[in-house]
């Protein structure tokens, strides 16, 4: 339950007519991207492509594609391989492009198990435990990640799976919706070891970051606007259309890259709690510190200064949610996903929705909706599936549904 007796930074800071809010947005994200999630070295760079393989793919009326996506800067380049489908009509479809946090083989990311069906007071003494071994897990986060939770793998192949809820291909192939996913582990590892060896290493990351360089959140983020590149470049796309999305780890991702990058006309965050659509102050399950005693990887260093001391942070996260408007945000949340908090990313959605209200529109209600029920209000919506913290047909389904209804007019302001 969010406590209520919280003094939570005021996202319009003043700001009444949507010109003044775009000055203060360019300002917020610079400040928001800086201490938490850090910058991408500045280096100029190039992304191209090579299609590997094209397929009319009969069972579900659509084409599928097999692309390798490579970023080149002066340092070398990095490749990494990027999976679509698109539905056969004779119009451009809207898509999304995933940032998947599942893997195709077994790999050192995945959602710790022993996190699922916990109560919330068990997972609060787990997070209480993190944070008093803070020193010590951050020696060796990854193993120390694995040794406290264990390990549960959940594969998932892009290219060949039609049927899985984080990926659903048939469900979406039918709605006339594209669909082109890529792994972030295969853009960036999700191993603090490892860091950096994937396009981190190509703009000269070093292992030893300065204070606001990027963290991995960052490096999937960008690497979902170089997917978004090439997206562009499909003639079966509306390239007006595109959404990025993300589940927990890349939910957070997705918010940070359809935040900054307003080539997407669309982004939903998905089950992306702490450091996601949750806000941070009076946040129930994960905190900044212990997100931190995992995955100090994800973050830049400097971020580091606020484990434990939420309310000395300048913004919320409902700043980086605002930082979408006047575009369309769609916050998923799971109704039982403790950890990552549903009333915290609802009211991270609500108070980032009075932002929309400077482009007339409402903004999202105060009350939670339901389970299994959408609010959509313009541009800005948030659901709450019935359920743990997973990506699924029915998140998927909010997000294309509420596309569509911005799309023909139809969505109550
Ligand atoms: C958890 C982490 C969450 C979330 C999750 C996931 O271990 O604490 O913030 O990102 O992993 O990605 O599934």
Redesign the pocket.
Known sequence: MHKTDLTIPDVLGGCETAAAWECRRADILENLVQTEYGKRPDLPYEVSWSERLRASIDELNAVHIHTELTVRTELGAYTFPVAVFLPKRDRKVPAAVLIC?QSKSIQPMQ??SV?AGKRPQELAAMAKQAVSNFRTVLENPARSASAMFGTKPVLLDLDSDYDNGHWPVRAMMKRGFGMVGFYAADAEPDDAARYPSGLAKIFGTEKERSPHEWGVLAVWAFAASCVRQYVCSLEEVDEKQIAVIGH??CGKAALLCGASDTGFAAVMPNGS??CGAALSRGKSG?SIAS?QA?FPHWFAPSFRQYAGREGELPFDQHFLLAAVAPRLLHVGSGSEDF?ADPRSEHLGAQLASRVWTLYGEDGLPVQMPEADTAQVCGHVGYHLRRGP?KLDTYDWICLQEHMNRVREGTAEK
């Open positions: 946090s959602l710790p996190m927990s780890r709690g702490c994960e997100i995992f950890w913290h």
